[in-house]
């Protein structure tokens, strides 16, 4: 099937058929489970916010780099393992079998996870010295800090596992296509970080006790209360049987085939995140801080819309790619790469256009000093000129997996490492933590280009001109949204760099007229949105 360029995007709004109806309600459950991530990463804005003023940079280091080694395996968890090796089998165990089969091979999945997780956290609670000396040895240089690190990475390791437990709940409410209490329940985490935040330091100093403790408190209470979230749900669906181990089920074999190379792939892709970390830590105090809040920035589109996109997309490219129907199953990959460079694209140029304002609006107060601010904005242009690679990556990692090839992505994740290492060394001398943060994005271009290359040996139609006449448009509408922001900013005086009032109206001047310029062009994209908001109003 020919891949050149259509001469108009297929309006998204329109319905011609089952699958074009199936798009919709994609839309339509990304729109549920970005209204609960919403919530959560405004949430976690102020979770971040609170952390900055209220700890110093020694300890906000200190719980970065503790805290990265068991994120990294929730995140391999989450978004690798089981929504990537176990939703897909789940999927086809409920077509195949029905709810009943579904529900066996889930009690069985549980009990081999459980096993896991457990094994899995006691490993990082024993072992915690080691792994901070491989993974932060420069955390040496500074005195009390190593001790500090190793012991909240001690205490923050179970929260392994909480979020394994509560990301194979998350698959089979995915399954059910019951998204709420899956992007609701991340929120309880940043509730507990601004709880503890605020009112666990001061009692810690009084008992002599290191008021960093009070994060590690906080990571372990949000963690078990995401899973006690799902419980209601999963018990209506009942899928809350008692956890069985059982070895030898067809399905559960099946998911150790796919859980492997998934593991393998991503677990590379991750490394890059480890080896930051150690690239960090060989740098001054607060760079694993400006890192860390640079990064937090950037997934915040991310998680809005782009992952919600993702998790509400990938259900029906697996069902699709079961049932052979190849054509639907295109036009539903370039649809989800669509509506994720509608949100990614404009993100980036913002991140990029407004990056110092920006990090003194939110976070300029209290521990968190005008150095900081200046450095962290360094670290946001850096990863933020990537947001709209890694929205492109994930859409394409998802038809991967959906088309069960879990080597390509492997094999594409280890250039990537090589890439992201090459380009750390090469870029942190003249520039410090901001080279580590550019190598980020440097990797992430190589990553989305080999994954794009390969996908045409699987879906010979890839839609590539419709997805680039459509990001076209998209970049088309956020150039011109910087033009008019400039000029407005330009006319009231107000200064590109550490200025407040730059961002405080330089970001909504943004995205109003970034809208409206879409919706000049006629994106397609912004009409799909707007036919799904005006539907919910109804």
Known sequence: MSEEPRANNPPLSTSAGEGAQERKRIAGRAGIVAAGTLLSRLLGLVRDQVIAAMFSRAITDAFFVAFTLPNVLRQLLAEGAVQSAVLPVLVSTRENEGDAGARRFFARMRGLSLLLLTLTSLAGVVFAPELVNLFAPGQHAYEGQFERTVTLTRWVFPYLFFMGTAALGMAALNTYKRFVASSFAPGLLNLAFIGASLGVPGWLLSHGR????????????????????????????????????????????????????????????????????????????????????????????????????????????SRLATRGENAEFSATFAYGVRLALFVAIPATVLCVFLAEPLVVLLFQRGAFDAESAHQTARALIAQGSGIWLVALVRQ??????????????????????????????????????????????????????????????KLPDRRGGEIGLSALKTLSASVLAVGVTFALLRLLGLPLTRG???????????????????????????????????????
Not at 224 to 238: D, E, F
Not at 290 to 316: E, N
Not at 516 to 531: H, T, V
């Open 396 to 457: 394409l990692v998802s038809a991967y997996y959906a088309l069960g090839d879990t080597r390509t992505p492997v094999l594409v994740a280890a250039l990537d490492l090589m890439a992201f290492v090459a380009a750390a060394l090469l870029l942190r001398g003249p520039f410090g933590h901001a080279g580590v943060s550019a190598a980020v994005s440097v990797a992430s271009l190589v990553q989305a280009f080999l994954l794009w290359s390969f996908l045409k040996r």
């Open 210 to 317: 290191d008021p960093s403790l009070a994060l590690a408190l906080a990571v372990l209470v949000g963690g078990a209360l995401q899973v006690i979230a799902q419980w209601p749900s999963l018990r209506k669906i009942g899928f809350l049987e008692r956890p069985r181990l059982d070895l030898g089920d067809r399905a559960v074999r099946e998911v150790g085939k796919r859980m492997l190379p998934v593991l393998l792939g991503m677990g590379v892709y991750y490394v890059d995140t480890l080896l930051a970390r150690r690239f960090l830590s060989e740098l001054e105090l607060g760079a694993q801080s400006y890192f860390s809040w640079a990064l937090r920035l950037c997934d915040f589109p991310q998680g809005i819309f782009v992952m919600a996109l993702q998790t509400a997309a990938l259900p029906s490219l």
């Open 500 to 538: 407040v009032g730059a961002a405080a109206l330089g970001a909504p001047c943004f995205l109003f007229a970034f809208l409206g310029s879409a919706k000049i062009i006629r994106s397609a994209e912004l009409n799909a949105l707007l036919s799904l908001a005006k539907r919910r109003r109804r």
